[in-house]
Nanobody, 115 residues
Framework: QARLVESGGGLVQPGGSLRLSCAAS????????MGWYRQAPGKQRELVAG???????NYADSVKGRFTVSRDNAENTVYLQMNSLKPEDTAVYFC?????????WGQGTQVTVSS
């Protein structure tokens, strides 16, 4: 049974940093494209960053230069390092695992950027 568990969210001041983690189980992690999405109140869920099984990364324009996605296949974990956080980064952040046939979602972790 596939399971994704996010952690690392919280309240941070503007300009601060957070590191999100997503631990995966029940899937062949190394073969999945892993992504971080976010959803702010009243808005659609959007892709923030992704990393393929081969290690290629992509980012939303709004986070380029501030966020870094990485994966550790030995630990079945994907990370999102978020620096220079802005109030508009406030959202629930979701981990996603996308394979050839299936995709899975985590339960989400709240990130709030506020002074």
């Amino acid at each position: 049974q596939a399971r994704l568990v996010e952690s690392g969210g919280g309240l941070v001041q503007p300009g601060g940093s957070l590191r999100l983690s997503c631990a995966a189980s029940g899937i062949i992690f190394s073969s999945y494209t892993m992504g971080w999405y976010r959803q702010a109140p009243g808005k659609q869920r959007e892709l923030v960053a992704g990393v393929t099984s081969g290690g290629s990364t992509n980012y939303a324009d709004s986070v380029k230069g501030r966020f870094t996605v990485s994966r550790d296949n030995a630990e079945n974990t994907v990370y999102l390092q978020m620096n220079s956080l802005k109030p508009e980064d406030t959202a629930v952040y979701f981990c996603n695992a996308r394979g050839i046939q299936f995709q899975y979602w985590g339960q989400g972790t709240q990130v709030t950027v506020s002074s």
